[in-house]
Nanobody, 119 residues
Framework: VQLQESGPGLVKPSQPLSLTCTVS??????????WSWIRQPPGKGLEFLGS???????YYSPSLKSRASISRDTSKNQFTLQLSSVTPEDTAVYYC????????????WGQGAQVTVSS
């Protein structure tokens, strides 16, 4: 399974951020699989943002306080992260990843997309 993130590298504060993950070598509707967004701010550890599962159900980190939304396009085998009202604290490398169940480790990862929030 290969995952590839795409989206803008630079976003202005208070604007929305949208990132898309394109999946190849596997289907986002494969039973039991979860498709996630994870980020790593500079100098910090990995932060789980949320997942969308094979049925389209979504799960979010409480820390995002409803700013995040994950959706999918099964015809394109893609899933998308939207983050509203970004601030410089949202500057990070954003990864998409997948895991075989909710409690398993993420086994496949994209290369990561740098997103900088700055005016």
């Amino acid at each position: 399974v290969q995952l590839q993130e795409s989206g803008p590298g630079l976003v202005k504060p208070s604007q929305p951020l949208s990132l898309t993950c394109t999946v190849s070598g596997g289907s986002i509707t494969t039973a039991s699989y979860y498709w996630s967004w994870i980020r790593q701010p500079p100098g910090k550890g990995l932060e789980f943002l949320g997942s969308i599962d094979y049925s389209g159900s979504t799960y979010y980190s409480p820390s995002l306080k409803s700013r995040a939304s994950i959706s999918r396009d099964t015809s394109k085998n893609q899933f998308t992260l939207q983050l509203s009202s970004v601030t410089p604290e949202d500057t990070a490398v954003y990864y998409c990843a997948c895991r075989g169940s909710y409690y398993s480790a993420h086994e496949y990862w994209g290369q990561g997309a740098q997103v900088t929030v700055s005016s």
